[in-house]
């Protein structure tokens, strides 16, 4: 099942018990407190391959997932420093190389003048770094994702608190993970195919 | 997590930009020769007026809109609009402050003409003076709008009224329209050459483009009420009590009802207090 033409992921063997290769595991909670005791848990058996959904930011969730820091700041820095960067060649090319103009007895190369548009172009291309980054870290845009098909997991968008250990990670182990699971206190626990 | 980043660094980066647009706006004026225009106080100057004017035309939107929608007072409070204007106060008397500058600056620069315009044709009336400015009432509309009419928020009651908010900020804005009408009119009316001084009387065309501009605000302010969210509920949510389930600082406040689900989702030392619900809301 390819999207243009791009792998599909590794089969990793769970099936559905009609035969559907097993995306993940769905466990729904009411509040945002069990997600979060929950969440603390899975953490620390060691999954990787798992996330957390909820309405809304929940405060402290990237501590109780083991979430390491976004390289985010790290692409905007280097945004940043590339539209600095281009700014300072371009118009030191424009005003010392091109088209040499003595303005007021200046230096032909006098920095001065292209402090705004250093900063502009610093700006735009962080801010566009900025945006892009984050889509493409989080991987999207993408088409679709086997969640969406789970007519449970559309509540997550409005009362309900759901956490998806998928069929790839390593520590994945079909039924026991779903009675982990339950032992975590979820209300729902359902098989979602991919 | 890399959204909430972005979401910050996108803040970060548009508040210089606050600083760049107004400053470079105002190097358009400065950079010329025209005195009135020609002075290093423009930068600042512009970036406290259009702090000042942009508060002033949010309040006067936001004011009728909070009353005509329901539940709008619940999001924006009373407090809200208290803290604004303790902005418009601070704004106007920094902008008052620059206003009083240029006069300094035009005594104390020794320069002839800058010095000719601030003395004879800004603030000085024509029935005090027979070399007075043609355009006095230009000049004390803005100062009485905007300098002298956010004064009245030193009062407690008066920046907490929703009318009295909403009638300052109307006369900061025409107020606001009347210091670009004193920048450019008044400094091009009556240049270096005495031979071409003369009044600035708008066409249609002037009269018009200003009307549609307020027009097409309009329109597109009412655009924005009706298909964008003017709040964001999946931002306010995350300010529930419900999105801080672990209660970093805090502690006790607003967490009785999530926290009562028993022992699977007990909360992190509210387990006792927690049980009783409604004895803790009274506690607060």
């Not at chain 1, 769970?14 to 995306?23: A, I, K, L, N, S």
């Not at chain 2, 302010?221 to 709040?231: A, D, K, V």
């Not at chain 2, 030392?269 to 607060?284: F, L, R, Y």
């Amino acid at each position: 099942m390819g999207i243009l033409g791009l792998p599909s992921r590794p089969d990793h063997g769970f099936r559905t018990p009609e035969g559907g290769v097993v995306h993940g595991v769905m466990a729904e909670f009411p509040n945002s407190a069990a997600v979060y005791h929950a969440a603390e848990q899975v953490r620390d058996a060691g999954f990787q391959k798992w996330d957390v959904f909820a309405p809304f930011p929940i405060h402290g969730i990237d501590e109780a997932m083991g979430m390491k820091r976004t390289k985010l700041p790290l692409i905007v820095a280097g945004g940043a420093i590339t539209g600095i960067t281009v700014a300072l060649l371009m118009q030191w090319w424009m005003t010392a190389v091109d088209y040499p103009l003595v303005v007021q007895g200046k230096d032909y190369s006098a920095w001065e003048p292209w402090v705004p548009v250093t900063f502009e172009l610093g700006v735009l291309f962080s801010a566009f770094s900025a945006l892009i980054g984050m889509l493409a870290l989080n991987g999207l845009p993408r088409w679709n994702h086997p969640l969406l098909k789970s007519e449970r997991f559309l509540r997550v968008s409005d009362d309900k608190f759901v956490i998806v250990i998928e069929a790839g990670d390593a520590k994945f182990q079909g039924s026991d993970t779903v009675t982990m699971l339950q032992g975590m206190g979820a209300t729902a626990v359902e098989l979602v195919e991919e | 997590m890399r959204y909430e980043k972005a979401y910050i660094l996108l803040a970060g980066l548009s508040t210089p930009l606050v600083l760049s647009v107004h400053s470079i706006v105002s190097f358009d004026f400065a950079t010329s020769i025209l005195p009135g225009w020609h002075t290093t106080i423009f930068p600042p100057y512009f970036v406290a007026g259009a702090v000042f004017g942009g508060f002033a035309m949010v309040l006067f939107l936001l004011i009728p809109c909070r009353e005509l929608f329901p539940n709008m007072k619940d999001l924006l409070t009373l407090r809200h609009l208290e803290n604004m204007s303790k902005i418009l106060l601070v704004t106007g008397m920094l902008v008052g402050f620059a206003y009083s500058m240029e006069f300094f600056i035009a005594w104390y620069s020794g320069n002839d003409f800058e010095y000719s315009v601030f003395a004879f044709n800004r603030a000085l009336p024509t029935w005090m003076h027979e070399d007075g400015a043609p355009y006095w009432w230009a000049y004390w509309t803005m100062i009485s709008c905007n300098v002298l009419s956010p004064q009245l928020f030193w009062v407690k009651s008066l920046r907490r009224n929703p009318v009295v908010i909403w009638i300052v900020a109307l006369l900061v804005t025409i107020g606001m329209w009347f210091e670009r009408f004193v920048i450019i009119v008044t400094s091009l009316h009556r240049a270096f050459m005495p031979g071409e001084w003369h009044m600035f009387y708008p066409t249609w065309v002037d009269i018009l483009t200003f009307v549609g501009s307020c027009g097409i605000f309009m329109t597109l302010f009412l655009l924005f009420l009706r298909f964008l969210p003017i709040f964001p509920i999946a931002e306010i949510k995350a300010i529930l009590p419900e999105a801080d389930p672990h209660g970093h600082g805090d502690h006790g406040h607003g967490h009785g009802h999530n926290q009562a689900h028993g022992p699977g989702s007990g909360g992190v030392g509210h387990g006792e207090s927690t049980i009783d619900s409604t004895t803790e809301e009274e506690g607060h």
